[in-house]
């Protein structure tokens, strides 16, 4: 059994720039959810698919955006980067039924730097 | 609307000693709670777990417990050692899948 892996372990990248972060969910998980942990914070959360479907959003603008795709990877994007992005950048799968929600398992996470 | 406080935001203590880590939450309406390590720079490491209808959990030197009614959690480690050096964080699973993060103890224990 894998664990949760994202790309790319570091990234910098100039204001008003766009990136793309990466996650691979733990095998037999369905949910994937991204937090954003500034410096000295605990993370917040951003958004969560589920079975390729937005299903919760944090209060964060839509220039966040993602993707769960069919093997239930997913992608983070963020446009027009702003300076205070700059943050480690979590992923958690998770296998949610119906009726119950299971345990958050959490990458290594992304750091970006926005200059 | 959720919200988490850790106390204290750090803390130093000798080698050997017995410390407590605090949680409070404002809504009680939880699924679990649990209790993360990070290294600097690192992601979150799961160390323990408390469902909702459970009161404690236990393991090896560390012991969590979950007090819904007061909005409490707390975390002991028993005989402290430097490797237990590290952020120590408390989040909240509530409806909407979501968790709901405090921002920390950093605890540093000193040889």
């Known amino acids: 059994e894998t664990g949760v892996t994202q790309s790319p372990t570091h990234l910098i990248k100039t204001r008003g720039q766009q990136v793309t972060l990466r996650c691979s969910s733990q095998s037999g998980h369905n949910t994937v959810s991204w937090y954003q942990q500034a410096l000295g914070q605990g993370p917040q959360f951003i958004f969560q698919?589920?079975?390729?479907?937005?299903?919760g959003r944090g209060n964060f603008p839509p220039r966040f955006s993602g993707l769960q795709f069919p093997n239930y990877s997913s992608e983070l994007n963020v446009n027009a980067l702003e300076l205070d992005d700059s943050a480690l950048y979590l992923c958690?799968?998770?296998?949610?039924?119906?009726?119950?929600?299971?345990?958050?398992?959490f990458g290594p996470g992304t750091r970006l730097t926005v200059l | 609307k959720q919200e988490v406080t850790q106390i204290p935001a750090a803390l130093s203590v000798p080698e050997g000693e017995n410390l407590v880590l605090n949680c409070s939450f404002t809504d009680s309406a939880i699924y679990n709670l649990q209790w993360f390590r990070q290294d600097p720079g690192k992601g979150l490491t799961s160390l323990l777990l408390?469902?909702?209808?459970?009161r404690e959990q236990t393991s090896g030197r560390l012991n969590a417990s979950l007090d819904k009614s007061s909005g409490r959690s707390t975390l002991y480690i028993a005989a402290s050692q430097p490797g237990d050096s590290a952020t120590y964080l408390c989040a909240l699973l509530t409806s909407g899948s979501r968790l709901t993060f405090g921002e920390g103890t950093q605890l540093t224990v000193n040889p």
């Open positions: 408390i469902q909702s209808s459970q």
């Open positions: 698919y589920y079975r390729e479907e937005e299903n």
């Open positions: 958690a799968s998770s296998h949610q039924r119906e009726t119950n929600t299971d345990t958050q398992y």
